[in-house]
């Protein structure tokens, strides 16, 4: 008998979610509580001892949490989730299990602003030392390599848009130093690219963006792709040393390949302390079921307003891979085919003024600093996220004076177009 | 029978008809992953029987210790080896000389040795190799879903409390034939 694997739409919809085996609601309850009755002493002391399965405390794990855990792992193709408070928290979370003070990781310098933020003077904090590589100079990532570095990070979809990371090339390099691939997945979402098929060990998202994708709620998850060895060379004592905390467990040794989704709940997330409200995984996991459908939207949209905007006479250029001339277009081919995502920037040739003036005038757009909602968002980073900077600072960040992102939602792509018309004119 | 990959159905009858399993290299220390595994499969309610020649004449979670399979005084339905995968010949020759013959040898995760589960076959044995009976259980069960860890199986059905408390399920549960429990380092390293 042969079985069939079912597709992703199907997972979308049914993967980790079963009818409360008590009630049988077969909406995910929202199980809005902070703790969970022990059946007895022994399960209490099971349960505590890593020894057996089930729920504890919030903090550590909550069945709303779980099915979003597992149906974004389904959709992954990994072998475990883990749900966290934000995006943010998931990048915190994976690198307290990999990295001691001192250590370093390679990081591609083409990722949210927020990241590089986080990684240059957070993780400073921690001793966690990010070495900056460049995804489109494939070589400095293998230059990064030192025997103090424990990972390699990138973007498959680098926000604001418009790059896509060679994430084969960049697996093969981490392979042959030995450290995990981890991927942050947040712009494409399993829909567009599943980086686990392209070599990567671990995958973390901003669940706050398309998964959720009704500007809704902030959170966060990991996936384990069960295909690191975390014991070769003792490099991470966190899964292959045993742990004091533990009675002596060893978690590799224990939990096999979903030991690091493991690791980052009952060591990170245990003591760091981020957990995700069953509340937002809630309202995460119906945004979840419809990711197909809205995603493909979501592309639709944007490839026709950036085709749109390359023939506008007030724009001087357009950064999405979808355009058959854009140089990451035979990347977004190989890595992302059905549709390159809906985050991307493009230049005014009015510059710094127009950028404002655009902002301004639309009506349809919301001016803010989120992407990946339902609605159209603009944002002129130049007069807002990045203000701050000087101009040559602006310029390196990818934010000069003209640069203006978009995400684009799933409104009538006509409406859309006619908002950015009448905004532009005016402008 | 492919040893990268059984259908659900596979494990799931297996678990369901085997009462009475040996488990041979158990430890007798409470962190140990074999320790966990028993601990947890006696929970579930099989009659779980430790095999260790060190430790024989003494008890591990209340249970008799045997030096070796043919010690046992009742018979076994199932061998689940927990010891390296060259000592597997041995194991299968051993559980092939009990009179009768147990029905199933389950290799630990980790552990494969074909040559070994070629016999056991030619025996009459099913086999199952590098995968754990606990976490089988928790992946068909449905319990193993609330460590968020992939469980491959899908159902619009309710899964069935075990009875004692609400933490422990039962694997009366109907899935969709989807899941397979595919070993994903040996699925990746054919592909390669
Ligand atoms: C690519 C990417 N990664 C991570 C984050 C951080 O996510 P969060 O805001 O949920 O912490 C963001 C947020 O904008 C993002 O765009």
Redesign the interface.
């Known amino acids: 008998m042969t079985e069939r694997t079912p597709g992703f739409a199907t997972l979308a919809v049914h993967a980790g979610a079963q009818p409360d085996p008590t009630t049988g609601a077969r909406a995910t309850p929202i199980y809005q509580t902070t703790s969970f009755v022990f059946d007895d002493v022994d399960h209490a002391a099971s349960l505590f001892g890593l020894q057996t399965f089930g729920n504890i405390y919030t903090r550590i794990g909550n069945p709303t949490n779980a099915v979003l855990e597992e149906r974004v792992a389904a959709l992954e193709g990994g072998t475990a989730g883990l749900a966290v408070a934000s995006g943010h928290a998931a990048q915190v979370v994976v690198m307290h299990v990999l990295m001691k003070p001192g250590d370093e990781f390679v990081a591609s310098k083409k990722l949210y602003g927020g990241s590089i933020n986080q990684f240059n003077h957070s993780f400073k904090n921690f001793g966690w030392n990010v070495v900056w590589a460049d995804p489109d100079d494939i070589g400095t990532f293998e230059r990064g390599i030192t025997p103090k570095t424990k990972a390699i990070f990138i973007e498959s979809i680098a926000n604001p848009g418009g790059v896509i990371t060679d994430i084969e090339a960049i697996s093969a390099i981490a392979k042959r130093a030995g450290v995990p691939l981890i991927v942050d997945n947040t712009l494409a979402t399993p829909y567009l690219c599943k980086p686990i098929e392209h070599g990567a060990d671990v995958v973390v998202h901003s669940l706050t963006k398309f998964l959720g994708g009704h500007g809704n709620s902030i959170g966060g998850l990991i996936v384990d792709a069960g295909t690191f060895n975390w014991s070769r060379e003792g490099r991470y004592p966190m899964l292959s040393q045993p742990r004091p905390e533990y009675n002596g467990i060893v978690l590799h040794e224990t939990f096999g390949n979903f030991a690091f989704a493991i690791a980052c709940r009952v060591l990170s997330l245990r003591d760091m302390g981020p957990a995700l409200s069953p509340f937002n995984a809630f309202l995460i996991l119906t945004g979840i079921e419809t990711l197909p459908l809205r995603m493909a939207r979501h592309c639709e949209n944007t490839q026709a307003v950036a085709e749109w905007l390359a023939k506008h006479r007030k724009v001087a250029w357009v950064s999405y891979p979808g355009l058959p001339g854009d140089r990451y277009h035979n990347l977004a081919k190989k890595y992302a085919p059905n549709g390159a995502g809906a985050v991307f920037t493009f230049g005014l040739k009015g510059g710094y003024e127009t950028g404002v003036k655009l902002v301004s005038n639309v009506k349809l757009f919301s001016h803010l600093a989120n992407i990946g909602d339902t609605r159209s968002l603009i944002i002129h980073p130049a007069s807002t996220t990045h203000k701050q900077l000087s101009d040559e600072q602006k310029t390196q960040a990818g934010a000069g004076p003209d640069v203006v992102r978009v995400s684009i939602g799933i409104e009538d792509k006509a409406d859309i177009i006619g908002d950015l018309d009448q905004a532009l004119e005016a402008a | 029978m492919s040893h990268d990959s059984y259908?659900?159905?596979y494990i799931r009858g297996i678990l369901n008809t085997v009462k009475t399993i040996a488990m041979v290299g158990i430890s007798p220390k409470?962190?140990?992953?074999s320790?966990?595994a028993f601990?947890?499969l006696l929970?579930r309610g099989y009659n779980m029987i430790p095999v260790n020649p060190g430790q024989a004449g003494h008890e591990i979670l209340g249970r008799k210790v045997y030096a070796r399979l043919g010690d046992i005084p009742e018979p076994i339905d199932m061998v689940d080896v927990f010891r390296a995968a060259q000592y597997a010949p041995q194991i299968v020759a051993e559980a092939l000389a009990l009179k009768p013959r147990p029905q199933v040898i389950w290799m630990q995760?980790?552990v494969r040795n074909d040559e070994a589960a070629a016999t056991a076959e030619a025996g009459g044995l099913k086999v199952v190799m590098n995968r754990?009976p606990k976490?089988e259980y928790?992946r068909l069960s449905?319990?193993?879903?609330?460590?968020?860890?992939?469980?491959?199986t899908?159902?619009?059905?309710?899964?069935?409390?075990f009875g004692?408390?609400?933490?422990?399920?039962s694997l009366a549960r109907t899935t969709?034939?989807?899941?397979?429990t595919i070993d994903?380092?040996a699925a990746?390293s054919k592909g390669a």
């Open positions: 259908p659900d159905a409470d962190n140990r992953p320790y966990f601990k947890y929970d995760l980790g754990c976490i928790g449905s319990e193993i879903s609330w460590m968020g860890v992939n469980s491959r899908l159902t619009a059905k309710r899964a069935n409390i004692r408390g609400v933490q422990r399920m969709m034939t989807g899941g397979t994903s380092a990746k």
